[in-house]
């Protein structure tokens, strides 16, 4: 029995019905020609145009096919070019090849939370509001915890401020390789993080909710105010603001090219966080953690566009002190907003509290707590899901043309956690392979 066949017999791995016998149609491509044998393919390509064929390729597309049984695709600087059946129609003549035999190819994986991009020194708990703050200025790239991350298939990470503080300050989304630190940056700001209810409470001084969104609000409208501002001077209508470091994350939230990422928990607060920042004063946002029973509001999420980044606390359990009353079941959070209808659905880690190297066990939580994944909802979440709510799919997030070639090589279903990541590609680079490299947890 092949690798694939053990994975469609098994009924933890065959949740998208996918067939074995790979193996046996690479051996037959290998003996026309078509293809280089495992063997005979070199880790690392020896041009800047190369082709990678697979059992299965997860495209993770925003819409259309999910899964191309006997997929080529194919990297040219960088970037992917094609991405197809090898069925009926052979390889391009002369491209090099890599054959992963009866593996699979699945986008490199998106962590929308995440602390792990550098330095820990990145909690200004001195105001309540801090929204000039950036964690740009402490970012290590490929420092340890994200080598690691890297191995278990992270290949862009939003490094984000603690929660210390209710509006923390900027984001950086970052690629999880080595180098500079403009080889690194996939947009800065990344987000404007957002932090409701326990966490700013506790470090803070011992406010409320009522105190708490009263300060989101009042930063929200000075902020527009101030993009408003800016916006009516370039337009030729108002008079050249003060260039204000506080603010001027709010430019591009208002011109739509950063978003609000909220950390927020209970229904109460995550329909404050849309309730102020999406609805109030139209600023894009994505929900964070939503965890206990944030899903009771999900029909005002789908209502406003916002997508539900769950993690990594994947199930509620009854906690009648916080309000929290599942009539003594454990719910699945993934579970319960999909069953209110949300499909926009993606996971994190907080890494550190949960390693980086645990986002597709987050997938599999939900699963395991009733999340449906006929179809590819754990793939979708893991990749195109959080790049479309971060505005970064243009780039990355699917296996699509003209996107980052951040490829990753793997034995199974990304949400198994007996699936092994083998090899991770970014940007068309391996920068990561087990035998060459070793496993890292």
Known sequence: MTLAQTHASDPLRGTFGFGGG?????????????????????????????????????????DGPQVIDYGLVVVEDGRIVEVRTLRGSPAPEGLELIDVGDRWLMPGMIDLHSHIGGTFDINGAVY??????????????????????????????????????????????????EGSYEDVVVRDPGSLKVAQADNPRRWGYGMNRIFLNWTIRNTMRRGVGYARRWEAFEGGTGERPLVDPQF????????????????????????????????????????????????????????????????????????????????GRILGIAAEYQARGHRM???????????????????????????????????????????????????VGSLELGKDADILVLDGPPGDPRTSITTVFIEGVSVYDAERDGRRF
Do not use: W
Not at 28 to 33: D, I, N, Q
Not at 43 to 56: D, H, L, N, Y
Not at 259 to 265: I, K, L, R
Not at 283 to 294: A, K, N, R, T
């Open 248 to 327: 001027e994350v709010f430019r591009a939230l208002v011109a739509g090219e950063t978003q609000v990422s909220a950390h927020t928990q209970v229904a109460q607060v995550v329909a404050s966080s849309i309730r102020i920042m999406t609805i109030e004063f139209g600023i894009p946002l994505y929900i964070d953690h939503g965890s206990f029973d944030g899903f009771k509001v999900a029909g005002m999420a789908i209502e406003n566009n916002v997508p539900a980044i769950l993690g990594p606390r994947n199930f509620s359990s009854e906690n009648k002190g916080r309000g929290i009353d599942h009539d």
């Open 345 to 395: 659905i993606g996971f994190n880690t907080d890494a550190p509290v949960i390693p980086g190297h645990e986002l597709a066990l987050q997938a599999g939580i939900a699963v395991r707590f009733g999340l449906i994944d006929t179809g590819a909802e754990t793939v979708r979440g893991l990749t195109i899901v959080p790049a479309m709510a971060a505005g970064i799919d243009d780039r």
């Open 128 to 177: 309540q509001s801090n929204p000039g703050l950036r964690v740009s200025t402490a970012v290590i790239p490929g420092n340890g915890s994200l080598d690691v991350a890297l191995a278990a298939g992270v290949t862009t990470s939003l490094f984000i401020p603690g929660s210390a503080t209710t509006v923390g300050g900027q984001g950086i989304l970052i690629k999880s390789h």
């Open 22 to 62: 790979a193996s046996v149609a690479v051996a037959a491509l290998c003996a026309f020609g078509i293809v280089a044998s495992a063997e005979a393919s070199a880790q690392e390509p020896g041009s800047q145009r190369f082709g990678i064929v697979a059992a299965k390729v997860l495209t993770a597309a925003a």
